[in-house]
């Protein structure tokens, strides 16, 4: 059965200071990775997603087979950052398998 | 565009009653999901249809919830005899139908039982 491990509830940063959420993975397959955020009042919405690659907010995420991790990192907090952000695996059948979260506050 | 809608947005059942709760998917969305939030927990995955054929209800934690998505479009979650621990924030998502297309989530139905 696939798993999704965030093991940080908070994660407290100044602005500036770098990030790095924490994301492992239990999956046998070759699974399909995300990172999922939710700002304060607003809806759960897509952050990046492992195979475009892409740098959204100056958000980086690489896969690490080997490591089974996922790890979602910023080289310089801003405070509009602070969110709660999930790591979700999609084992090939489009339903999502998300951590329990990791709420991200980035102090002034 | 008008993105995933649900409702209502808030919802008190006393233990035992129904409840039914309401998504309207993005307009030619095929794929829709239901999620359940408990409080400090991540999205925990329900049921899938694509259009009105629900191809997955592995995550539907007893026989009292069920969904329907009759005309391939607005779907509905509906339990019965609700209990204390069916207190949670439910979530609907809907995607354009390929397989690891982005879901895009509404803004969740929060259930309270009493």
């Known amino acids: 059965a696939q798993r999704v491990t965030q093991p940080e509830k908070l994660l407290s940063v100044f602005k500036g200071a770098p990030v790095e959420l924490k994301c492992n993975y239990s999956?046998?397959?070759?699974?399909?990775l995300f990172w999922y955020v939710q700002y304060s009042r607003q809806r759960l919405q897509l952050l990046l997603r492992?195979?475009s690659r892409e740098s959204i907010k100056g958000f980086t995420a690489d896969l690490n087979k080997g490591e089974t991790s996922f790890h979602l990192k910023k080289p310089f907090a801003q405070e509009e950052d602070s969110a709660m952000y999930y790591c979700?695996?999609?084992?090939?059948?489009?339903?999502?398998?998300f951590g329990k979260g990791t709420m991200l506050l980035v102090s002034p | 565009g008008a993105g995933v809608s649900q409702s209502p947005r808030y919802k008190v059942a006393k233990r035992g009653q129904d409840v039914a709760l309401r998504c309207d998917p993005i307009?030619?969305?095929?794929?829709l999901f239901w999620y359940q939030q408990a409080l400090g927990q991540g999205p925990e995955f329900l049921t899938y249809?694509?259009?009105?054929?629900?191809?997955?209800k592995s995550g539907l934690p007893s026989d009292r919830f069920f969904a329907e998505r009759p005309e391939g479009s607005v779907s509905t979650l509906k339990i019965q005899r609700t209990q204390q621990e069916d207190s949670a924030v439910y979530l609907c998502?809907?995607?354009?139908?390929?397989?690891?297309?982005?879901?895009?989530f509404g803004p969740g139905t929060r259930l309270t039982v009493l």
């Open positions: 998502a809907s995607s354009p139908g390929q397989i690891t297309d982005t879901q895009y």
């Open positions: 999956y046998s397959g070759s699974p399909e």
């Open positions: 492992h195979i």
């Open positions: 979700a695996l999609d084992s090939g059948y489009s339903t999502l398998t």
């Open positions: 307009s030619g969305h095929v794929s």
């Open positions: 249809f694509q259009n009105e054929a629900q191809l997955d």
